[in-house]
């Protein structure tokens, strides 16, 4: 045993240190939990309706984009249509909202929102990417051998991670598997157009693409990419030979360290661990739309809870 702690170790360095104030931690968990029945929206339902039905064509929208929310992250948190259409009509007895809708209403209008992010945190952001994949049938791909079941396997979801706020930033989810490189890329466009102050865009082995760098360059973004073991200095890419220059000079540890690339993990690692274990990993739709949907409203609803404890 003292042999195998010795290896651990020397793989992962030195204890983790856990210098969360756990009082408030503890809080903003628990706080969490108080949005499943957040109805403060209730007092200005009228209001949101009014606006959401001005200019409006054809029929207008009996219940406002509030509700479907919070169902939303309901059916995130595996309760069916119809589980919440029996929830929600508990509601209404109780008087706690003027009016419920049916399992289909709900899944019509949780099936068309859009499912963007709020606006990242601070200045000076630095960004990890990385990939997962949500399970798409029950069995995964045992199913697909042993039986030749021919449904998609896998929802792929790569997000832009902040290290510092521990939240996404942005995310992309696809049915066919996608390059990380080019998605990430794809990702960052928008958000520099906005003008969010990023400074630095990190990941693993996934990134290291000539394309992506080439970007980075362009952008004046400081690449934290791991490159590959083996990768040479002496490509037509400029910004990717520096990089695997400096790693070569001072070795890998050293180069990590320098560039903090461990904070690819709570920026990555952490936020899918801490999706799928609060709203598992699976998705349960049976519709390409629908596996969609679902694995964004996942990624959406984990930033909706985490600031919402914070707030």
Known sequence: MTNLKKKLRKRWGNKFIDRRDWNVYNQQLVKRGEYLLALDFVEGWNNELAKMNAGKRGAPYRFPKSLIEMQAVWHAHSLPYRMIEGLTTKLCELGQIPYSNNYSTVDRRVNRLCFELASPRGDAIVLFSDGSGL???SGGEYLREKY????RC????????DPATKEPVSFEVNLIHESEAESTERQLVPLLKQGVPITALGGDGGLDDKGLYNFCDDQELNPIIKPDKNARD????????QVVKERDKLGYKKWAKKHSYGDRWPATEGIFSAVKRIFGEEVRATSDQ???QEA???????QKLKRYGEA
């Open 296 to 302: 964004a409203c996942k990624m959406w609803a984990y």
């Open 148 to 151: 030749g079941k021919k449904n």
């Open 290 to 292: 629908g596996m969609l």
């Open 234 to 241: 002496d490509t037509d890419c400029d910004l990717r030979n």
């Open 135 to 137: 399970q798409a049938v």
């Open 154 to 161: 896998w929802v792929q979801v790569i997000i832009l991670g």
